[in-house]
């Protein structure tokens, strides 16, 4: 039997303006299959953005927003705690013990702050430049593979435990960029010898029905990968000031290296 | 000391300059939680910081019953779980508050502190820019605390606490640079806001030591911390 406060808050409609392509996105929608809540999807033109958009998330401009009735909520990881805290009796993505959920969160800090933007530079770069970011991710990802082996996640098979949690929600949907990246650029990112936790974990999340469901074939992937490649190498090699011309191609280098 | 004792001590290791540090320890005054305060020299860090914070390296890094908790944010979400009975709130219950509790944390690091530092640090067109940029987002911020006390309310919440510096690092930021950036006719939430928060009960004597503030300022390895 619902509590009252769960049927108020299921009777008011879910709607997620997205990108397909955006990884932040991925985490929204995930998050919600996994929690078994029902909403509508708008797709953005981030070249174009809606009226809607604008409205709801004045402050950033970008998706994912997700909007429950008269609130609008920006920012993936906001937006996934605000489920947890909206929707208690749901399955929870937070861990139960504070400490554990600080974990979570330190972890999810690190993911967005430290190995996206790494990741992204090895994306967005080439020859010395591109060997420095490719050292700066493999130094990130052994920091990980440090607390999956001997550290806050010894013998877990996902960072949440048994089962997904906060933290694989927001390292997996990203993670699936990496092999794509490989592919585009030719360079090793996830060596299973090198990482071999992690490369078990990623293989064990991108294997869940809701994670399949969430994220885009891999052929859609690449091609689009190859494309924002070619457009950042373009970009770069013409200055600064194309980059700054290019409205388009700075909206898909926004999702690109936004992993 | 009993092992029950020693087992529930709070350790904090920072420095007393150190904004991030300092939102640590309100948020622990917040929540009446006695703790030991370990004084890092970031020159030399002691090898029991670089144990329990060995991704960063940096502090502030709370440490509870053993274990090792870094980065403001999480720290103080930590402190709000971890005594939820004692003291005040330090972020609200309703779910869509704590979201924008949230956001708006955020937004100071993210849209306020890059502009607010690049002010401080550049000159010519580079500065106006920077000046200008950060005009635009304390409107923003002016708009959202919008006459209330604090951001949280009647009391000092986790926007105040991360928003915090601002009240005591841009005066001195403008008497450095000779230029206003928060003038009372512009931001007259904002202004009283800085005075709410620097006279309150929990922050009042505990505000870093402004004259060694103003010198490490002026030192180029040191200086490199925004708001």
Known sequence: MEKMENVSAAAVPLKLFGSWASSYTHRVQLALRLKGLEFE???????????????????????????????????????????????????????????????????CHFADDKLGPAVGAVFASTGEEQEAAVRQVHENLALIEAELRDGAFKGRRFFGGDEVGLLDVVLGCGSYWLAVFEEVTGVRLVDADAFPLFHAWLRDFEALDEVRDTIPAVDRLLEYARGVRHMLLGLASAGADAAASATPAAAAADIAVDI | MNHQDEKDKVKLFGIRSSPYVLKVIWALRIKGVKYDYIEEDLGNKSDLLLEYNPVHKKVPVLVYQGKPIAESEVILEFIDEAWKHCGDPILPEDPYERAMTRFWARFGSDKLSPPIWKWFTTQGQEQEDAYAAAIEQLLVLEKELCGKRFFAGEKIGFVDLSLGSLAYVIPIYEEITGVKMITEETFPSLTAWMGNFQSSPVVKDHLPPLDKLQLRLFTPAEAAWPV
């Open chain 1, 41 to 107: 999807y708008a797709e953005e033109d981030l070249g174009n953005k809606s009226d809607a958009l604008l409205r709801h998330n004045p402050v950033y401009k970008k998706v994912p927003v997700l909007v429950h009735g008269d609130r609008a909520l920006p920012e993936s990881v906001i937006i996934l705690q605000y489920l947890d805290d909206a929707w208690p009796e749901s399955r929870p993505l937070l861990p139960a013990s504070a400490l554990d959920r600080a974990l979570a969160r330190f972890w």
